[in-house]
């Protein structure tokens, strides 16, 4: 089992930035394929970033690329997602998800057993 617990949302005007962080309880958190998703009122959940488990290959949503960026620390079972230059259309609940091998279809929220509670990201204009 992996126990995930997200901070660092809150409320910010749009062009500014926030730094969210998931933390994760497991012994072996690089084996797993990390990723950010969110929600919006109204709307199906949508993969934002993802991240391979040595931090050397990362996927971005067309509608983040350019101003999200996601990393990790092994070291400390911990995955971020910078976001700059916000839009009112980021806000949502964002929600770090954990994926064990194999790493396929990693734009699917299905495909994630491990998700953590979410944190909510809300942009005024």
């Known amino acids: 089992q992996v126990q995930l617990v997200e901070s660092g949302g809150g409320l910010q005007q749009a062009g500014g930035s926030l730094r969210l962080s998931c933390a994760a309880s497991?012994?072996?958190?690089?084996?797993?394929?990390m990723a950010w998703f969110r929600q919006a009122p109204g709307k199906e959940r949508e993969f934002v970033s993802g991240?391979?488990?040595?931090?050397?290959?990362?996927l971005y949503a067309d509608s983040v690329k350019g101003r999200f960026t996601i990393s990790r620390d092994n070291a400390k079972n911990t995955v971020y997602l910078q976001m700059n230059s916000l839009k009112p259309e980021d806000t949502a609940v964002y929600s770090c998800?954990?994926?064990?091998?194999?790493?396929?279809?990693?734009?699917?929220?299905?495909?994630?057993?491990?998700w953590g509670q979410g944190t909510q990201v809300t942009v005024s204009s």
């Open positions: 998800a954990a994926k064990p091998r194999p790493w396929m279809s990693l734009l699917s929220p299905h495909e994630y057993p491990f």
């Open positions: 991240i391979s488990y040595s931090g050397g290959t990362t």
């Open positions: 497991t012994g072996s958190f690089s084996t797993y394929y």
